[in-house]
């Protein structure tokens, strides 16, 4: 079969790239080697997870909350087994959502490994052994991402494991040890603490979500300590067994001191490798770097016709800018000149309460000398969170000194996931702070704390505290 785009993986970037190639006209091939599309995201990542973290929140509202909503309810207990057979038709319906796509763009679908040939021919080797060969004008890597496991302790999937693991339990852990207190480790630590576990967190730098700003960081160890989850920021791990009941984990802090600890599990989440295995780079004179598909500022890759996208290539691992440079991708070759901002691309934790952030960090700032105010506005002052019982939290606005630009916005708080495309339409449209706080914002909502951060960014003078 000859097309004019090959896709190869289905998650996020894969998928998105593939239905754009389509509604321009170009006939499209996707290969997908599970043999369901969606990529790690839909199938064992961002989808499944949101799940598990929403079924125990609703479970920590209904134990702790209910009763003072007068809500009178026998105390309830957690059916984990029900829990799993939700966050499974959650992602089955995401999952089927995404074949349906498939078929309605007339995009066709192939199951297998996809391996180049040459630049212009993929080979598709079946789980049955089947081999199709397909050819093409273009091609688009969206491989995603793996797990990166310890040096020194590879997944066994039974007591050290990884994000894919954790979301199918069979079982509460009584102790879930967390190797990593980044964005999927406060996300699963804090859904198991939720749900009885003691959370302990093992994290090597000195503090929690460490690619944001460092303010979030704070509030967050401090919501989240409110679940009784224990933590050792500045730690290394040094060493961690399975033992066959339980593991066992040491790890030294700053100050040379050892610690052991241990536990049913150890979910070590230290972050994401780029997923090229099986492709066969070589034939077609593409190397990695440091794991990564090199690609010049278009996404093309060192052969002319072949570009890569998502986990694979430079930036966040994110679904979302793996989205936006499919769309991208896709646009250049049918003439098109889109554009990415990548300092726009927010980052979020579904943690609750939730972080977002968008832009530079304070931290950022200062390393480049660059001239900043700041504002920010506690959720404890607004009369929303006041009324929901959601009242930890911040929202923190960066803007520049002389000309009030916002250059970045940062929240900690309840709905701060939806929150922040406020700030990333501001900052496309080079809004001040002051143009956010003389815009009419809805009373009483969560957003009003955005006005109030950006009147304090302003003027120093946010109207209720």
């Given at each position: 079969?000859?097309?004019?785009?090959?896709?190869?993986?289905?998650?996020?970037?894969?998928?998105?790239?593939?239905?754009?190639?389509?509604?321009?006209?170009?006939?499209?091939?996707?290969?997908?080697?599970?043999?369901?599309?969606?990529?790690?995201?839909?199938?064992?990542?961002?989808?499944?997870?949101?799940?598990?973290?929403?079924?125990?929140?609703?479970?920590?509202?209904?134990?702790?909350?209910?009763?003072?909503?007068?809500?009178?309810?026998?105390?309830?207990?957690?059916?984990?087994?029900?829990?799993?057979?939700?966050?499974?038709?959650?992602?089955?319906?995401?999952?089927?959502?995404?074949?349906?796509?498939?078929?309605?763009?007339?995009?066709?679908?192939?199951?297998?490994?996809?391996?180049?040939?040459?630049?212009?021919?993929?080979?598709?080797?079946?789980?049955?052994?089947?081999?199709?060969?397909?050819?093409?004008?273009?091609?688009?890597?969206?491989?995603?991402?793996?797990?990166?496991?310890?040096?020194?302790?590879?997944?066994?999937?039974?007591?050290?494991?990884?994000?894919?693991e954790s979301l199918a339990l069979k079982e509460v852990p009584k102790r879930l040890i967390v190797v990593g207190g980044g964005v999927i480790g406060m996300e699963l630590g804090s859904v198991y603490?939720?749900?009885?576990?003691?959370?302990?967190?093992?994290?090597?730098?000195?503090?929690?979500?460490?690619?944001?700003?460092?303010?979030?960081?704070?509030?967050?160890?401090?919501?989240?300590?409110?679940?009784?989850?224990?933590?050792?920021?500045?730690?290394?791990?040094?060493?961690?067994?399975?033992?066959?009941?339980?593991?066992?984990?040491?790890?030294?802090?700053?100050?040379?001191?050892?610690?052991?600890?241990?536990?049913?599990?150890?979910?070590?989440?230290?972050?994401?490798?780029?997923?090229?295995?099986?492709?066969?780079?070589?034939?077609?004179?593409?190397?990695?770097?440091?794991?990564?598909?090199?690609?010049?500022?278009?996404?093309?890759?060192?052969?002319?016709?072949?570009?890569?996208?998502?986990?694979?290539?430079?930036?966040?691992?994110?679904?979302?800018?793996?989205?936006?440079?499919?769309?991208?991708?896709?646009?250049?070759?049918?003439?098109?000149?889109?554009?990415?901002?990548?300092?726009?691309?927010?980052?979020?934790?579904?943690?609750?309460?939730?972080?977002?952030?968008?832009?530079?960090?304070?931290?950022?700032?200062?390393?480049?000398?660059?001239?900043?105010?700041?504002?920010?506005?506690?959720?404890?002052?607004?009369?929303?969170?006041?009324?929901?019982?959601?009242?930890?939290?911040?929202?923190?606005?960066?803007?520049?000194?002389q000309t009030d630009e916002i250059l970045g916005m940062h929240i900690i708080g309840a709905r701060a996931?939806?929150?922040?495309?406020?700030?990333?339409?501001?900052?496309?449209?080079?809004?001040?702070?002051?143009?956010?706080?003389?815009?009419?914002?809805?009373?009483?909502?969560?957003?009003?704390?955005?006005?109030?951060?950006?009147?304090?960014?302003?003027?120093?003078?946010?109207?209720?505290?």
């Amino acid at each position: 079969m000859q097309y004019n785009v090959i896709v190869i993986g289905s998650g996020p970037g894969g998928y998105v790239a593939a239905i754009r190639c389509a509604q321009l006209g170009f006939k499209t091939a996707i290969i997908e080697k599970y043999n369901t599309l969606g990529g790690t995201c839909l199938n064992v990542g961002c989808i499944p997870s949101k799940a598990l973290l929403d079924s125990s929140e609703h479970f920590v509202n209904a134990k702790n909350h209910f009763k003072e909503h007068g809500i009178d309810i026998p105390s309830p207990k957690v059916n984990f087994t029900q829990m799993i057979k939700r966050k499974e038709g959650v992602v089955k319906s995401n999952v089927d959502g995404i074949a349906y796509l498939m078929k309605k763009n007339k995009i066709e679908v192939y199951q297998g490994v996809g391996a180049f040939v040459d630049n212009k021919t993929i080979k598709v080797t079946a789980t049955d052994g089947k081999v199709t060969t397909i050819t093409t004008d273009k091609i688009i890597i969206a491989t995603g991402s793996k797990p990166t496991p310890l040096p020194f302790a590879p997944f066994d999937k039974k007591r050290i494991i990884s994000s894919t693991e954790s979301l199918a339990l069979k079982e509460v852990p009584k102790r879930l040890i967390v190797v990593g207190g980044g964005v999927i480790g406060m996300e699963l630590g804090s859904v198991y603490a939720r749900l009885g576990s003691k959370v302990i967190v093992v994290e090597f730098l000195e503090s929690l979500i460490p690619t944001m700003d460092g303010t979030m960081g704070k509030e967050l160890l401090k919501a989240t300590k409110k679940l009784d989850m224990e933590f050792y920021l500045g730690h290394k791990v040094t060493s961690l067994k399975n033992n066959g009941r339980e593991v066992i984990l040491k790890a030294e802090g700053k100050d040379g001191k050892t610690l052991e600890l241990k536990g049913d599990y150890c979910l070590v989440s230290i972050g994401r490798r780029p997923y090229t295995d099986g492709l066969a780079l070589d034939k077609v004179g593409i190397e990695t770097v440091k794991g990564q598909i090199p690609v010049d500022d278009h996404l093309k890759t060192k052969a002319d016709n072949i570009y890569a996208i998502g986990d694979v290539v430079r930036g966040p691992m994110l679904a979302h800018k793996a989205e936006e440079e499919g769309v991208y991708v896709a646009e250049q070759m049918d003439g098109q000149k889109p554009h990415i901002n990548y300092l726009l691309i927010p980052g979020v934790v579904y943690t609750w309460p939730e972080v977002a952030s968008v832009g530079y960090t304070e931290e950022q700032l200062k390393e480049q000398g660059r001239g900043y105010k700041t504002g920010s506005f506690p959720y404890k002052a607004l009369g929303r969170a006041r009324a929901s019982m959601d009242t930890d939290g911040l929202v923190k606005v960066l803007a520049d000194k002389q000309t009030d630009e916002i250059l970045g916005m940062h929240i900690i708080g309840a709905r701060a996931a939806d929150m922040i495309a406020a700030g990333v339409t501001a900052m496309e449209f080079r809004a001040s702070a002051e143009d956010i706080s003389r815009m009419s914002h809805a009373h009483p909502t969560y957003m009003e704390a955005v006005k109030e951060a950006c009147l304090a960014a302003t003027a120093n003078r946010p109207l209720h505290m």
